[in-house]
């Protein structure tokens, strides 16, 4: 597993305290409790990595982590990697005006981050493309960023409803936007292995 080894950095209130703008990094967005922590966790092999919290919405901050220096082949150097946990947005409780403060900081990230190849989007296959998730997949239209979406708790549903969904899902994305999705679920690993090669592909980009 080539996330393996991956490692707390730093918390971030804002885009200026990331680490350095160079190397690859992969941002990881979804509505709070849609499974990003556990999503996390499951790619890269370390249970608490990223805190799966019992009150969603209350730590917000960018979140980065680093990961073992990605070979390339290629006569390349190896790439100095990050995956960028982005806060958690949508919960009912989070004020009006911090949630306006994450969607103009997260647009911002996303338009300037230099090093940023791409974006997972997790969502709950249960209720997939909330207003949260349009508004990424258009944030990635306009900066074309691929955006590949991990359609999880996918235990929840039976392997048909599950493929429904996702024909379903891949059926709403715009033309032009450059997206993918596949099924996933934290609890019974589902998709890990593909998801995981879609992160290394987008960081090697
Ligand atoms: P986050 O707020 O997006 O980081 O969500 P968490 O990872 O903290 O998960 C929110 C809740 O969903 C927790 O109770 C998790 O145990 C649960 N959860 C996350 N992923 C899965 C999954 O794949 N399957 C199931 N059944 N539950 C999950």
């Not at 509505?31 to 009150?55: E, I, P, Q, Y």
């Not at 004020?95 to 647009?107: G, M, N, S, T």
Request: hydrophobic share 40%; proline share 5%.
């Amino acid at each position: 597993n080539p996330l393996n080894g991956a490692q707390f950095v730093l918390a971030a209130h804002r885009i200026s305290q990331l680490p350095a703008d160079r190397g690859a990094e992969v941002a990881f967005a979804g509505r709070s409790n849609a499974g990003k922590s556990s999503a996390l966790n499951a790619l890269t092999g370390h249970k608490g990595l990223a805190r799966t919290s019992k009150t969603p919405g209350r730590t917000q901050q960018m979140v980065a982590f680093s990961l073992p220096p990605l070979a390339q082949g290629d006569g390349n150097a190896p790439l100095d990697a990050r995956l960028i946990d982005l806060p958690g947005y949508g919960y009912a409780k989070v004020p009006e005006e911090l949630r306006a403060h994450w969607k103009q900081e997260i647009d911002a990230y996303l338009h300037q981050r230099r090093s940023l190849r791409g974006v997972v989007l997790i969502a709950d296959i249960r209720h997939p493309l909330k207003e949260f998730d349009r508004m990424m997949l258009d944030f990635c239209f306009e900066t074309n960023l691929p955006c590949h979406l991990l359609l999880t708790k996918a235990d929840k549903l039976s392997r048909n409803q599950a493929t429904q969904a996702l024909a379903a899902v891949r059926r709403e994305f715009g033309e032009g936007v450059q997206a993918s999705a596949q099924v996933f679920s934290s609890a019974d690993g589902t998709g890990v292995e593909p998801a995981r090669e879609a992160v290394v592909a987008l960081l090697r980009r």
